[in-house]
């Protein structure tokens, strides 16, 4: 038996908020993610604490998936991420099939499930928040292939 209702999460269910309090394990660790949470806007905080995402996760994907409570706990730290801007919305489908490990298949089917019953509402602050792509890489000048000598090979 746990000593603590902490240690105990079978059955519990975690808002991205919550999911990642016991990895914390002193005060100052808590406190910059409070911090970096205050600093969102609030409808990304409202996301981030609302049990009904919690619920969702537990009582719809988790069944209709066959979802292991790891596999549920994953998927509640990739909202969190997302969140967060420490995850690109664009790497949902790979993210899931990674820390998942689902086929890509459900991968796909749990993004489209997440879009929109997660993050529509809060899809242009998400934008917002998001690191914009990376440029794409310059052409190098010094590899530069004459098309006009025949002796190319």
């Known amino acids: 038996m746990?000593?603590?209702?902490?240690?105990?999460t079978e059955g519990r269910?975690?808002?991205?908020?919550?999911v990642t309090l016991r990895?914390?394990?002193?005060?100052?660790?808590?406190?910059?993610?409070?911090?970096?949470?205050?600093?969102?806007?609030?409808r990304l905080i409202r996301v981030l604490f609302d049990f009904k995402i919690a619920e969702f996760i537990e009582?719809?994907?988790?069944?209709?998936?066959n979802?292991?409570?790891?596999?549920?706990?994953?998927?509640?730290?990739?909202?969190?991420?997302?969140l967060l801007s420490d995850l690109s919305i664009n790497q949902l489908p790979q993210k899931i099939q990674e820390?998942?490990?689902v086929n890509q298949n459900e991968a796909g089917d749990i993004t489209k499930e997440l879009l929109t019953?997660?993050?529509?509402?809060?899809?242009s602050d998400l934008k917002r928040?998001?690191?914009?792509?990376?440029?794409?890489?310059?052409?190098?000048?010094?590899?530069v292939l004459d098309l006009r000598n025949k002796n190319n090979s």
Do not use: C, H, W
Request: glycine content about 2%.
């Open 59 to 65: 009582e719809d994907l988790g069944p209709r998936f």
């Open 23 to 42: 990895e914390f394990f002193d005060a100052s660790q808590k406190v910059k993610y409070i911090e970096r949470i205050l600093l969102l806007p609030d």
């Open 67 to 82: 979802l292991s409570e790891e596999q549920k706990k994953e998927l509640t730290k990739i909202i969190r991420d997302i």
């Open 99 to 101: 820390k998942t490990k």
């Open 117 to 123: 019953k997660v993050f529509a509402p809060v899809l």
């Open 129 to 143: 928040m998001q690191p914009p792509p990376p440029a794409p890489p310059l052409n190098n000048q010094n590899n």
């Open 2 to 8: 746990p000593d603590t209702l902490d240690q105990n």
């Open 13 to 18: 269910y975690d808002t991205p908020y919550s």
